[in-house]
């Protein structure tokens, strides 16, 4: 086995042995630390080193897309035989582009990636342990997991780009149980986003949790039907994920989406929420940053390997009502006449004056649900984007103004879309993090809470 | 059959191996396993008779597991040096030790003999990822022409995700494992248009265990019927797009295999994983309702319910010779004549509740259910292929037979949407198509159809169970769990089954304000 090398040296090497018209590869130095417990003992952990390249080779108008783990010469050379050959063997791609140009190079490009390890939780690690002493001491359970990664990439072009991006990503979620007099289990759950772990506490965590658990002491069972609902922060960013998810706009284009303009065209222009109503992503936007360049391993609906390197800035999708623009690849935005309006890797929902915490949005119910967060959120019908799922740790009734109760969880048939119409209270924007989709695909939100007057609550669901 | 890859075989895994369980032992560990895998995935994605992408990847990493001082640690590197096996191997000895001071509960693991430098390849004949790409990338072109010919399809589109997986374990027990499977996913989706609406409709074939002969072989080979079921899909999605609207309220359901193993995947296979019972998915995937208190005692449904784990059958997505513990793969009950009587269970589950797999000295022992998706995460229970049997009887009713039994109601074909609860209660699926039954006889589609139901309010519904004729084994191909997030490729085979009673519900109605 030969030395590893260091990740600029990769891109160098893999573009220096690429004998096809063009080359882009992709670096990805990926470090992560976590720490999982259940039962208020740890179970499991971990620290994971990782580098992944992705070579792109473009032949004419083909293109060939391997990823590996390489660290060696050796490695990375095998990997830019395959991709040209691939590419050499391929038919011309439909998403043809020149390739990205023109573009400074980051300043840092030079710099090692930047690691995260165990060490990440040394404040945290000694907390946790005094929050189970805690937990037990106050007959509550409780089960979690934290999780820190840091992932340096590097993306270099043989058209000169050369651009490096350095991004931490953390999260904690902990669920408390507790088993009333009555036999009765009561649920809750706390989690968000973090960069650095510096902001958060597993004391707080475990008071959270037990303050919450206590709103159990009273128990109301409640039917299925439509409720006046508060979504916290946390379920607004679960639903609007997946409104962000399903904005391509070549399925809209195409007539298969709720951005359809059938049975040609796309809804861009047409005022399909309340007026003050925005729904943006801004990779510079505070403490959501996020890669402030497109890349792409290969090609699809909504990404395209010729789009590599194109800077990314804010974008409004959903402008005061307005729906403005939709993931848009060079390719799409062709077909479609609309301007290119790429994916970014952050979120944010705000609506004009929205004011005040969820707590205020509580305060001004007279009679509702308080829901924690939304689970198994899956789409029933795209044309609406009717989306199913359930609540979950913790539904709790509002009684004017106040929490007064726990309610039984519910299935919900809704669309977020149609939610962005009828809310009738916002809240600030917070930084927010989606239970269902944050962990693994996409923790960089920020949303308000929202007051639903009638969200359709389907059936009951007997899950604590 | 294959062989295993040379190319896998030539990597230091041995030489790694060794100095990674030597430097654990030397730091006085109780155990220390070792993984060195490689995952090669290709993918290949067609839209109206253009190649849309194609992507190679390959994962290639390894990993050290110990227990130290009564807790585990785990660490992962991909730099293949016997210095790197080292420094990782000393990684998790020291995450071990930040673990202690947060362990209550001591770690312990199941026994499991030693197994010798043992080599297992899956059934299969030809390894998808050999094939040429253009030759495949040609297929998926063919198979969305031929579907946009239909006069109701405006756009189609064709895909084939294909792994090769790769994975040396070897402890500090002794066990030395060398193995390798393939399996891939090939599907296609008509997309139409009708007055006021939009519609599809996909391929009704399961992800398998097998290779390209699966797309290209012959019938008795194992490959699905590609071109029939190409040519009455453009038919399907027409008649479709005039469906009416369902009417909401209660019907009789006979569910084909394609639609009915999701079914079983999410309200018995993940609510028999019993790290799901013991709370260790409390915070992410849930909890399950079939909590070890109700083992051979709960209803879970009528006599004729007959489940079973299984890692062994051939094709099998979650079929493996040794799973990621070292632990030899087996099968067993989990419902017996509609009883709850078994769990999947990894070696530490084995040795928290004995009777679930006595060993021959009486300490619990795992059924071979512990995976990890890459050398970069750690081996937690997964499901096995849970299914259910078919009728044995040699009058066992076949389809129509079961359609035959109904006055009125729907005939489920395919899967789509699906949602349960974090306890595995409530459900809600939709399908590719639903057939009306009236008197006994299918009358046309309808549309905007989904079905809800409580687990075991469903499966204490189940009336029949067709016979061996109608037994399919489906399948997924990335389920989800853990924290970090892990996916897993599993199959469940069942029988066309009879429901009474089943909530139907109309989704344009639930989606109406």
Same mark, same amino acid.
């Given at each position: 086995?030969?030395?590893?090398?260091?990740?600029?040296?990769?891109?160098?090497?893999?573009?220096?042995?690429?004998?096809?018209?063009?080359?882009?590869?992709?670096?990805?130095?990926?470090?992560?630390?976590?720490?999982?417990?259940?039962?208020?003992? @740890?179970?499991?952990?971990?620290?994971?080193?990782?580098?992944?390249?992705?070579?792109?080779?473009?032949?004419?108008?083909?293109?060939?897309?391997?990823?590996?783990?390489?660290?060696?010469?050796?490695?990375?050379?095998?990997?830019?035989?395959?991709?040209?050959?691939?590419?050499?063997?391929?038919?011309?791609?439909?998403?043809?582009?020149?390739?990205?140009?023109?573009?400074?190079?980051?300043?840092? /490009?030079?710099?090692?990636?930047?690691?995260? +390890?165990?060490?990440?939780?040394?404040?945290?690690?000694?907390?946790?342990?005094?929050?189970?002493?805690?937990?037990?001491?106050?007959?509550?359970?409780?089960?979690?997991?934290?999780?820190?990664?840091?992932?340096?990439? $590097?993306?270099?072009?043989?058209?000169?780009?050369?651009?490096?991006?350095?991004?931490?990503?953390?999260?904690?979620?902990?669920?408390?149980?507790?088993?009333?007099?009555?036999?009765?289990?009561?649920?809750? /759950?706390?989690?968000?986003?973090?960069?650095?772990?510096?902001?958060?506490?597993?004391?707080?965590?475990?008071?959270?949790?037990?303050?919450?658990?206590?709103?159990?002491?009273?128990?109301?069972?409640?039917?299925?039907?439509?409720?006046?609902?508060?979504?916290?922060?946390?379920?607004?960013?679960?639903?609007?994920? +997946?409104?962000?998810?399903?904005?391509?706009?070549?399925?809209?284009?195409?007539?298969?989406?709720?951005?359809?303009?059938?049975?040609?065209?796309?809804?861009?222009?047409?005022?399909?929420?309340?007026?003050?109503?925005?729904?943006?992503?801004?990779?510079?936007?505070?403490?959501?940053?996020?890669?402030?360049?497109?890349?792409?391993?290969?090609?699809?609906?909504?990404?395209?390997?010729?789009?590599?390197?194109?800077?990314?800035?804010?974008?409004? /999708?959903?402008?005061?009502?307005?729906?403005?623009?939709?993931?848009?690849?060079?390719?799409?935005?062709?077909?479609?006449?609309?301007?290119?309006?790429?994916?970014?890797?952050?979120?944010?929902? +705000?609506?004009?004056?929205?004011?005040?915490?969820?707590?205020?949005?509580?305060?001004?119910?007279?009679?509702?649900?308080?829901?924690?967060?939304?689970?198994?959120?899956?789409?029933?019908?795209?044309?609406?984007?009717? @989306?199913?799922?359930?609540?979950? +740790?913790?539904? $709790?009734?509002?009684?004017?103004?106040?929490?007064?109760?726990?309610?039984?969880?519910?299935?919900?048939?809704?669309?977020?879309?149609?939610?962005?119409?009828?809310?009738?209270?916002?809240?600030?924007?917070?930084?927010?993090?989606?239970?269902? /989709?944050?962990?693994? $695909?996409?923790?960089?939100?920020?949303?308000?809470?929202?007051?639903?007057?009638?969200?359709?609550?389907?059936?009951?669901?007997?899950?604590? | 059959?294959?062989?295993?890859?040379?190319?896998?075989?030539?990597?230091?895994?041995?030489?790694?191996?060794?100095?990674?369980?030597? =430097?654990?032992?030397?730091?006085?560990?109780?155990?220390?396993?070792?993984?060195?895998?490689?995952?090669?995935?290709?993918?290949?994605?067609?839209?109206?008779?253009?190649?849309?992408?194609?992507?190679?990847?390959?994962?290639?990493?390894?990993?050290?597991?110990?227990?130290?001082?009564?807790?585990?640690?785990?660490?992962?590197?991909?730099?293949?040096?016997?210095?790197?096996?080292?420094?990782?191997?000393?990684?998790?000895?020291?995450?071990?030790?930040?673990?202690?001071?947060?362990?209550?509960?001591?770690?312990?693991?199941?026994?499991?003999?030693?197994?010798?430098?043992?080599?297992?390849?899956?059934?299969?004949?030809?390894?998808?990822?050999?094939?040429?790409?253009?030759?495949?990338?040609?297929?998926?072109?063919?198979?969305?022409?031929?579907?946009?010919?239909?006069?109701?399809?405006?756009?189609?589109?064709?895909?084939?995700?294909?792994?090769?997986?790769?994975?040396?374990?070897?402890?500090?027990?002794?066990?030395?494992?060398?193995?390798? =499977?393939?399996?891939?996913?090939?599907?296609?989706?008509?997309?139409?248009?009708?007055?006021?609406?939009?519609?599809?409709?996909?391929?009704?074939?399961?992800?398998?265990?097998?290779?390209?002969?699966?797309?290209?072989?012959?019938?008795?080979?194992?490959?699905?019927?590609?071109?029939?079921?190409?040519?009455?899909?453009?038919?399907?999605?027409?008649?479709?797009?005039?469906?009416?609207?369902?009417?909401?309220?209660?019907?009789?359901?006979?569910?084909?295999?394609?639609?009915?193993?999701?079914?079983?995947?999410?309200?018995?296979?993940?609510?028999?994983?019993?790290?799901?019972?013991?709370?260790?998915?409390?915070?992410?995937?849930?909890?399950?309702?079939?909590?070890?208190?109700?083992?051979?005692?709960?209803?879970?449904?009528?006599?004729?319910?007959?489940?079973?784990?299984? =890692?062994?059958?051939?094709?099998?997505?979650?079929?493996?010779?040794?799973?990621?513990?070292?632990?030899?793969?087996?099968?067993?009950?989990?419902?017996?004549?509609?009883?709850?009587?078994?769990?999947?269970?990894?070696?530490?589950?084995?040795?928290?509740?004995?009777?679930?797999?006595?060993?021959?000295?009486?300490?619990?022992?795992?059924?071979?259910?512990?995976?990890?998706?890459?050398?970069?995460?750690?081996?937690?229970?997964?499901?096995?292929?849970?299914?259910?049997?078919?009728?044995?009887?040699?009058?066992?009713?076949?389809?129509?037979?079961?359609?035959?039994?109904?006055? =009125?109601?729907?005939?489920?074909?395919?899967?789509?949407?699906?949602?349960?609860?974090?306890?595995?209660?409530?459900?809600?699926?939709?399908?590719?198509?639903?057939?009306?039954?009236?008197?006994?006889?299918?009358?046309?589609?309808?549309?905007?159809?989904?079905?809800?139901?409580?687990?075991?309010?469903?499966?204490?519904?189940?009336?029949?169970?067709?016979?061996?004729?109608?037994?399919?084994?489906?399948?997924?191909?990335?389920?989800?769990?853990?924290?970090?997030?892990?996916?897993?490729?599993?199959?469940?085979?069942?029988?066309?089954?009879?429901?009474?009673?089943?909530?139907?519900?109309?989704?344009?109605?639930?989606?109406?304000?």
């Amino acid at each position: 086995m030969s030395t590893p090398l260091h990740p600029q040296s990769l891109v160098e090497q893999a573009l220096a042995a690429s004998v096809a018209d063009d080359c882009v590869v992709i670096v990805r130095d990926h470090t992560s630390a976590n720490l999982r417990w259940a039962n208020n003992t @740890l179970t499991t952990n971990g620290v994971m080193h990782g580098v992944s390249v992705t070579v792109v080779s473009f032949v004419g108008a083909a293109t060939g897309s391997v990823t590996g783990s390489a660290t060696t010469q050796a490695q990375v050379t095998a990997l830019v035989t395959a991709a040209d050959a691939a590419a050499r063997a391929a038919s011309p791609a439909e998403d043809v582009n020149p390739l990205v140009r023109d573009v400074p190079a980051s300043t840092d /490009w030079d710099d090692a990636p930047e690691p995260t +390890d165990i060490h990440v939780y040394d404040v945290f690690a000694p907390a946790l342990g005094e929050a189970f002493r805690v937990a037990d001491a106050g007959r509550r359970v409780l089960y979690g997991f934290v999780n820190h990664e840091m992932t340096t990439t $590097y993306l270099g072009s043989s058209t000169g780009l050369r651009l490096r991006h350095v991004q931490p990503t953390g999260h904690y979620g902990c669920t408390g149980k507790t088993t009333t007099p009555e036999g009765r289990t009561e649920s809750a /759950w706390v989690g968000g986003a973090t960069r650095d772990f510096t902001d958060v506490d597993a004391l707080a965590i475990e008071s959270e949790v037990a303050r919450r658990l206590a709103w159990g002491h009273r128990r109301v069972d409640l039917p299925a039907g439509r409720y006046d609902t508060i979504l916290p922060p946390t379920a607004v960013a679960d639903l609007m994920i +997946d409104a962000y998810w399903s904005a391509g706009a070549r399925d809209a284009w195409e007539g298969q989406s709720v951005y359809s303009r059938r049975p040609t065209g796309t809804r861009i222009g047409e005022t399909i929420a309340r007026r003050g109503v925005h729904l943006y992503s801004d990779p510079a936007h505070d403490p959501l940053r996020c890669a402030p360049f497109t890349v792409a391993t290969s090609s699809g609906n909504t990404s395209s390997v010729f789009d590599n390197g194109l800077p990314l800035g804010r974008t409004d /999708w959903i402008r005061d009502g307005e729906l403005t623009s939709l993931l848009q690849t060079r390719h799409s935005a062709a077909m479609t006449s609309q301007p290119v309006t790429p994916a970014v890797d952050n979120l944010v929902l +705000d609506v004009d004056g929205g004011r005040g915490s969820l707590a205020d949005v509580v305060a001004g119910t007279e009679r509702g649900l308080l829901l924690t967060c939304l689970w198994y959120l899956r789409e029933v019908d795209p044309q609406s984007l009717l @989306l199913t799922g359930l609540t979950r +740790d913790g539904v $709790y009734l509002v009684e004017d103004g106040e929490v007064t109760g726990s309610v039984n969880n519910f299935r919900f048939n809704e669309s977020p879309v149609d939610l962005l119409r009828r809310f009738t209270h916002a809240s600030e924007t917070v930084p927010s993090f989606s239970r269902e /989709w944050g962990d693994d $695909y996409f923790s960089r939100t920020a949303t308000p809470a929202l007051r639903v007057p009638d969200f359709n609550m389907s059936s009951v669901s007997q899950a604590v | 059959m294959s062989g295993l890859d040379p190319t896998f075989a030539d990597l230091p895994h041995r030489a790694l191996g060794d100095a990674a369980l030597t =430097r654990a032992r030397e730091l006085g560990v109780t155990h220390a396993d070792f993984r060195l895998e490689r995952v090669r995935y290709q993918d290949l994605s067609v839209r109206d008779g253009v190649l849309q992408g194609a992507s190679d990847a390959e994962d290639l990493g390894f990993a050290v597991r110990v227990i130290h001082r009564g807790s585990w640690g785990f660490a992962a590197g991909v730099v293949l040096t016997t210095d790197e096996a080292v420094r990782v191997a000393e990684t998790a000895v020291a995450v071990a030790n930040v673990a202690a001071t947060m362990t209550s509960r001591p770690v312990e693991i199941a026994d499991e003999p030693v197994y010798d430098d043992v080599t297992w390849v899956s059934a299969y004949d030809v390894n998808p990822l050999d094939v040429p790409v253009a030759e495949k990338a040609a297929l998926l072109i063919d198979w969305t022409e031929r579907l946009r010919a239909g006069a109701a399809v405006d756009h189609a589109t064709a895909f084939v995700q294909q792994v090769q997986e790769n994975k040396y374990y070897a402890d500090l027990a002794g066990t030395r494992t060398t193995q390798q =499977r393939v399996r891939l996913m090939p599907g296609f989706e008509a997309m139409g248009a009708g007055a006021d609406t939009f519609d599809s409709m996909a391929s009704i074939a399961p992800p398998a265990g097998r290779g390209w002969e699966y797309v290209v072989g012959s019938r008795d080979r194992g490959a699905w019927d590609w071109d029939a079921e190409i040519a009455e899909v453009p038919e399907l999605l027409a008649e479709k797009l005039k469906a009416p609207s369902v009417e909401a309220g209660t019907y009789d359901l006979v569910i084909h295999p394609s639609n009915l193993w999701l079914t079983i995947h999410e309200s018995i296979g993940h609510a028999t994983e019993l790290d799901r019972a013991l709370g260790y998915e409390a915070n992410y995937a849930g909890t399950s309702f079939a909590t070890t208190d109700k083992l051979n005692h709960l209803q879970y449904g009528t006599p004729v319910m007959n489940v079973t784990g299984d =890692r062994t059958v051939d094709h099998g997505l979650a079929t493996i010779g040794y799973d990621d513990e070292g632990v030899q793969t087996q099968n067993w009950d989990i419902i017996k004549d509609g009883v709850l009587v078994g769990y999947q269970l990894d070696r530490p589950m084995g040795v928290m509740l004995p009777q679930l797999n006595p060993g021959p000295d009486g300490r619990g022992r795992s059924n071979g259910c512990a995976y990890a998706d890459s050398s970069g995460h750690i081996p937690i229970q997964r499901m096995a292929n849970v299914s259910l049997q078919p009728d044995p009887s040699t009058d066992a009713p076949g389809t129509a037979d079961l359609i035959g039994r109904v006055e =009125r109601g729907l005939y489920v074909v395919g899967d789509k949407s699906w949602s349960i609860d974090m306890q595995r209660f409530n459900f809600q699926f939709t399908g590719q198509r639903f057939f009306t039954i009236k008197d006994g006889e299918l009358v046309g589609q309808v549309r905007d159809v989904a079905y809800q139901a409580t687990t075991t309010d469903f499966w204490n519904s189940m009336e029949a169970v067709g016979g061996e004729d109608t037994w399919v084994l489906g399948g997924a191909f990335n389920c989800g769990k853990a924290q970090p997030g892990q996916v897993a490729a599993v199959s469940h085979g069942c029988p066309t089954s009879l429901f009474r009673d089943v909530r139907i519900l109309n989704t344009l109605e639930e989606g109406g304000n």
